[in-house]
C-alpha cells in the first residue's frame, strides 16, 4: 500500500525512472506517491544526474539514527506554526539546502542559509543556529562569516543585544548586485588582456568577446534587479487552496 517512509525498492524504481529521462510526476505516479515526495528524495541524494538507490538509502537511514540520537533542539528556536509538519519542514530544509550547494556554496552555509530563509522570523542567533543544526558554535561563526561576507545575510542587535543573523527582503537583492558587480569586474579585466595580448589576434579577440558577454550579462542582471526589487517586498496572501 503507497505511503510511509521510501523503500530501497522504491528507491531503485526512481533509479530507473530517472534513467529512462522519466519526469517526477511519471515516476511518482508509478509508485503511487506525491510527486513532492519524489522531488525532495531525488534533490536531497545528488540531483537528477548523480542519484544512486543504493546510497540515497544509507543516506536516509543515517540521517533516521542522528534524529534519534540528537539532543532537543534549543530552547530558543521559534516552534513550528501550528498545522506544519516539522518532519516535512526538516525534509525542505535538505532540498533547499542541496540546490544552494548545486550553486556553489559550502555544506554547512548552505544548511545555514536554509535554516533561516525558512524561519518566518528570517533570522536566528548563533546559538540558535547551533541548536537547530545540531553543529558546534564554531562551525556557525565560520559559515556565518563565509556567508556575510557574501552579501547572502547581514547582522543586527535584538533588544537583548544579542547579535542575530538575518535574511531579510532586501539581502536577496543587494546579494544580486553585488555578483553583478563581480561579472562586471571580470569583463574589464578580460577587456585589459586584450590591449596586453595585441589586438587582431586570436587570444585578444576570445577574451573581448569575452568582455563583452559578461558587461552585457551584468547590465541585464543589475536591471532585471531593480525592475523587480518591489517583488521581494510583497506580501503574499495565501489561501488554504494555494496553499496546497
Same mark, same amino acid.
Given at each position: 500500500?503507497?505511503?510511509?517512509?521510501? +523503500?530501497?525498492?522504491? %528507491?531503485?524504481?526512481?533509479?530507473?525512472?530517472?534513467?529512462?529521462?522519466?519526469?517526477?510526476?511519471?515516476?511518482? &505516479?508509478?509508485?503511487?506517491?506525491?510527486?513532492?515526495?519524489? +522531488?525532495?528524495?531525488?534533490?536531497?541524494?545528488?540531483?537528477?544526474?548523480?542519484?544512486?538507490?543504493?546510497?540515497?538509502? %544509507?543516506?536516509?537511514?543515517? &540521517?533516521?539514527?542522528?534524529? &534519534?540520537?540528537?539532543?532537543?533542539?534549543?530552547?530558543?528556536?521559534?516552534?513550528?506554526?501550528?498545522? %506544519?509538519?516539522?518532519?516535512?519542514?526538516?525534509?525542505?530544509?535538505? !532540498?533547499?539546502?542541496? !540546490?544552494?550547494?548545486?550553486?556553489?556554496?559550502?555544506? =554547512?552555509? /548552505?544548511? =545555514?542559509?536554509?535554516?533561516?530563509?525558512?524561519?518566518?522570523?528570517?533570522?536566528? +542567533?548563533?546559538?540558535?543556529?547551533?541548536?537547530?543544526?545540531?553543529?558546534?558554535?564554531?562551525?556557525?561563526?565560520?559559515?556565518? +562569516?563565509?556567508?556575510?561576507?557574501?552579501?547572502?545575510i547581514r547582522r543586527e542587535r535584538d533588544e537583548r543585544r544579542r547579535e542575530?543573523?538575518?535574511?531579510?527582503?532586501? !539581502?536577496?537583492?543587494?546579494?544580486? =548586485?553585488?555578483?553583478?558587480?563581480?561579472?562586471?569586474?571580470?569583463?574589464?579585466?578580460?577587456?585589459?588582456?586584450?590591449?596586453?595580448?595585441?589586438?587582431?589576434?586570436?587570444?585578444?579577440?576570445?577574451?573581448?568577446?569575452?568582455?563583452?558577454?559578461? /558587461?552585457?550579462?551584468?547590465?541585464?542582471?543589475? &536591471?532585471?534587479?531593480?525592475?523587480?526589487?518591489?517583488?521581494?517586498?510583497?506580501?503574499?496572501?495565501?489561501?488554504?487552496?494555494?496553499?496546497?
Open positions: 500500500m503507497p505511503g510511509g517512509r521510501l +523503500t530501497q525498492q522504491n %528507491r531503485q524504481q526512481i533509479a530507473l525512472g530517472l534513467a529512462d529521462g522519466l519526469a517526477y510526476a511519471e515516476i511518482a &505516479r508509478g509508485l503511487g506517491r506525491p510527486t513532492s515526495t519524489i +522531488t525532495r528524495e531525488v534533490m536531497r541524494n545528488g540531483g537528477p544526474t548523480a542519484y544512486r538507490a543504493d546510497l540515497a538509502h %544509507r543516506a536516509t537511514e543515517r &540521517r533516521t539514527h542522528r534524529r &534519534r540520537k540528537a539532543a532537543p533542539r534549543d530552547p530558543g528556536t521559534s516552534p513550528q506554526a501550528p498545522g %506544519r509538519d516539522a518532519e516535512a519542514v526538516r525534509e525542505y530544509e535538505e !532540498v533547499l539546502a542541496t !540546490v544552494f550547494m548545486q550553486s556553489g556554496l559550502p555544506k =554547512m552555509t /548552505a544548511r =545555514m542559509l536554509a535554516g533561516l530563509y525558512t524561519t518566518d522570523v528570517g533570522s536566528l +542567533t548563533a546559538s540558535e543556529l547551533a541548536g537547530r543544526l545540531q553543529v558546534s558554535p564554531a562551525s556557525v561563526s565560520k559559515a556565518t +562569516t563565509f556567508l556575510e561576507s557574501q552579501g547572502l542575530r543573523y538575518v535574511v531579510d527582503d532586501d !539581502v536577496l537583492y543587494q546579494s544580486m =548586485m553585488a555578483s553583478a558587480r563581480a561579472t562586471a569586474h571580470l569583463g574589464e579585466v578580460a577587456r585589459q588582456g586584450v590591449g596586453v595580448l595585441g589586438p587582431g589576434t586570436p587570444a585578444a579577440a576570445r577574451l573581448e568577446n569575452i568582455a563583452r558577454f559578461v /558587461a552585457f550579462v551584468s547590465e541585464s542582471i543589475v &536591471r532585471a534587479a531593480d525592475q523587480a526589487r518591489e517583488i521581494l517586498h510583497t506580501k503574499v496572501e495565501t489561501t488554504s487552496d494555494s496553499a496546497t
